[in-house]
């Protein structure tokens, strides 16, 4: 059974830096393209960063130059790194294995004076 689990949300202030962390249990893991997404209330579901197993990224205009997207094959686990951090930002966070159809729990991010 494949689980995603995600941390490293919570509240930050505008300008401010955050680090999000899926790991994810089975085999899988390595062969796989990886996803972040999120949801803003009252908005659709939407793609930030995307990481292909051979390192691979792209990013959403809206985050490129301050996201980072990254993996750890050797700790099933992969990253969002945040930075210089906007209120719009505002969301629920979610990894996402491509393709699978496996989400996980999503982690709240809040950029607010």
């Known amino acids: 059974q494949v689980q995603l689990v995600e941390s490293g949300g919570g509240l930050v202030q505008p300008g401010g830096s955050l680090r999000l962390s899926c790991a994810v249990s089975?085999?899988?893991?390595?062969?796989?393209?990886l996803g972040w997404y999120r949801q803003a209330p009252g908005k659709q579901r939407e793609l930030v960063a995307r990481?292909?197993?051979?390192?691979?990224?792209i990013y959403a205009d809206s985050v490129k130059g301050r996201f980072t997207i990254s993996r750890d094959n050797a700790k099933n686990t992969v990253y969002l790194q945040m930075n210089s951090l906007k209120p719009e930002d505002t969301a629920v966070y979610y990894c996402y294995i491509e393709g699978t159809g496996y989400w996980g729990q999503g982690t709240q991010v809040t950029v607010s004076s």
């Open positions: 089975g085999s899988m893991f390595r062969y796989s393209t």
């Open positions: 990481i292909f197993s051979g390192g691979t990224t």
